[in-house]
Every structure is written in C-alpha cells, then in structure tokens.
C-alpha cells in the first residue's frame, strides 16, 4: 500500500469521505470538504486529519486545504404591509417553531431600523464575531441561530442610514457563516421600500408569510405587501392573522379589538391559503418581553405556533 493510500484508509472514518489525499516527497496534501459545517466543528475535524496523516511514518508534513461548495438555502420572508401588527413576534416564534420539527433554521432581524429580535430571543447585547470578514450568527439557548442589526449598535442608538447602507447591511447577514442551516426565516420591515427590494434582487426569497390584524387599515397595507411579492415572482406561502379575539381572563368571553375574521376573508377573495389566527394574548406578550418565545414552551401558546410551522414545512417539502 502506498503512503497516500494508507493515510486515505486511516482518514476515512475521522473524515467521513470528505478528504482527499495526495503524497509526494514526505509531504501530504489533504484537501478537506467543510460544506455546511460551522466553523468550530471545520476546524476540529482539520485538526483531527492533520493528526492522524502525521501519524504516517514517513510523513513529514501536512498540508490542508479546506473547500466549500455554495450552500443553495431557501429563504422565507416574513413580511406585512405595516408596523405594530406582530410581525417580528411571529418571525421568531415560527423559527423556533420549524426548528422544533427537525429544519436546520437561522433568523435574519432585516428589519434594519427597528430591530427587536435580539430580546425576544434573549442575545441582547451579543455581538456577532466574524471570520475572513464573514459574520457568524450569534447562538440562542432555542437552537436558532440570529443576526440582527441589534446586535451591531449601541442599545437605543439610532440607525440613521439611507437605503444602500441598509441593504448592504442586510446583505451581509444573509451572506454570512450559517453553516448547514436550510432555511432562512427573514423579518422583514414593514412597507415596500429599499430593504425590501435589495433582498428581493439580490436573494431573492423562496416565498412569504403575509402577517395582518383583522382590522382593514391593516389589510389594506397587507394587500400592498402580497401585490409587491406577486409582481416580483415571490410566491406567497399565505396570510396568517394576528391579534385574532381576546378571551377575558376573569369571565372567558372572546372580544375582537381588531375585528374579526377579516384576514380570512381577504386570503379567499384573492386566492391565497389562509394559514391560521392567533389570539390577542398576554401570556405571548409578556413571553416575549421576557426573551421566552412562546413557541419554545409547551403550552397552548405553542400549539399555535407548531400548527402554522406545520404548514410551513409542508409548503417547504412539496
């Protein structure tokens, strides 16, 4: 057996087939397939091949090369047509939600301006790291990996940027280590601005979840989101509605602040999957105030969440 196949047989089962071996004048040359791997368990398993080739008598040195293919990952954007409608609550609740079901999920925060995914996800104050001039996402205890605008400026700063500058940051996020994560769950901003169309040109999503209260102010401006994904060739996964019926704590009689049933009607009178209400609650409020995503728990808050990422995933596996 020659030195180069004998270091092959030994790399085999550190590296799983993903090393390749060529010997010539004591010196081997490994080069090494890191696709989806993030970058601890990369440098690891180079560190673990580098080992056992020097362990080869007759090996002088060792030399790897790492390699990676561009990951294809789909990216699904969170949108609505206004502010104050939940968006971001949703956004984070159905990655958790996905993630629970076994997808490799990671969140980006593009809502530039206004960020809040670092508290509801409890990275406050965490700054992201980066490699070779690549941002790697910022762990959460809830197996979703994050980047945020949030986590790049000062608390309470202001992001006084104009459009190139905020899709350049959004870019760079989506552009980032995300390792062997499949989907991208993107909070989008509320409107049709530059941030939206800067991730529309240059990464373009696989679909959109369109979040609106019931109210027709709100539904209005939800009709102008879908139109903005419907022209650009962005399927529109559904319309989910949100702050759908209180129900009193003390008696158990169910209001309807924001109306009732209005998202429904309108996902029917344009033809588009419905994918579900959920309630006016405190007990998701007070959860996401507190970095305690309800969607993370196991409680009739959950159940909500795991139904609307049950459609998710089916709409990702057809």
């Known amino acids: 057996m020659t030195i180069a196949a ?24 490994i080069v090494l397939d890191v696709t989806g791997l993030a970058p601890a368990t990369r440098d690891a398993l180079e ?4 080992a056992t080739a020097a362990s080869v008598a007759g090996v002088v040195e060792v030399r790897v090369l790492q390699t990676s293919e561009r ?47 670092p508290k509801l996800l409890s990275v406050e104050g965490i700054r992201p790291e980066a490699r070779d001039k690549t941002m790697i996402p910022i762990p959460t205890r809830f197996g979703v990996p ?14 006084a940027w104009r459009g190139p500058m905020a899709g350049s940051a959004l870019t760079q996020m989506v552009d980032a280590d995300w390792g062997d994560t499949e989907v991208l769950i993107l909070d989008l901003p509320p409107g049709t601005g530059d941030v939206q169309l800067t991730m529309i ?13 019931p109210q027709d102010l709100a539904l209005i401006d939800a009709t102008r989101a879908i139109d903005l994904f419907t022209k650009v060739g962005v399927p529109v996964i559904g319309l989910l509605e ?50 305690q995503p309800p969607a993370a728990g196991n409680g009739p808050e959950a159940e909500t969440f795991a139904a609307l990422a049950a459609k998710l995933d089916d709409w990702l596996a057809a």
Request: hydrophobic residues 45%; glycine residues 14%; aromatic residues 4%.
């Open 201 to 213: 040109q240059k990464h373009k999503p696989a679909g959109a979840v369109i979040v609106s209260t």
């Open 47 to 50: 560190a673990d091949v580098r």
């Open 242 to 291: 949100n702050m759908s019926g209180y129900a009193c704590p003390h008696c158990g009689e169910v209001s309807h602040p924001f109306g009732e049933g209005g998202a429904e009607r309108a996902a029917t009178r344009m033809n588009l999957p419905f994918l579900g209400r959920i309630p006016l609650e405190m007990a998701i409020r007070t959860a996401s105030d507190a970095g």
């Open 6 to 29: 004998e270091i092959q047989a030994l790399l085999a089962p550190v590296a799983a087939g993903r090393a390749t071996t060529r010997f010539d004048a004591g010196r081997a040359d």
């Open 71 to 117: 990951r294809q990952r789909r990216l699904i954007a969170v949108a609505s047509g206004k502010g104050g409608v939940g968006k971001s609550t949703v956004a984070a609740n159905l990655a958790i939600a996905l993630a629970r079901r076994g997808r490799r999920v990671g969140l980006v925060d593009a809502d530039i301006y206004g960020p809040s995914q």
């Open 146 to 159: 994050m980047l945020s605008m949030g986590g790049l400026v000062a608390e309470g700063q202001a992001v």
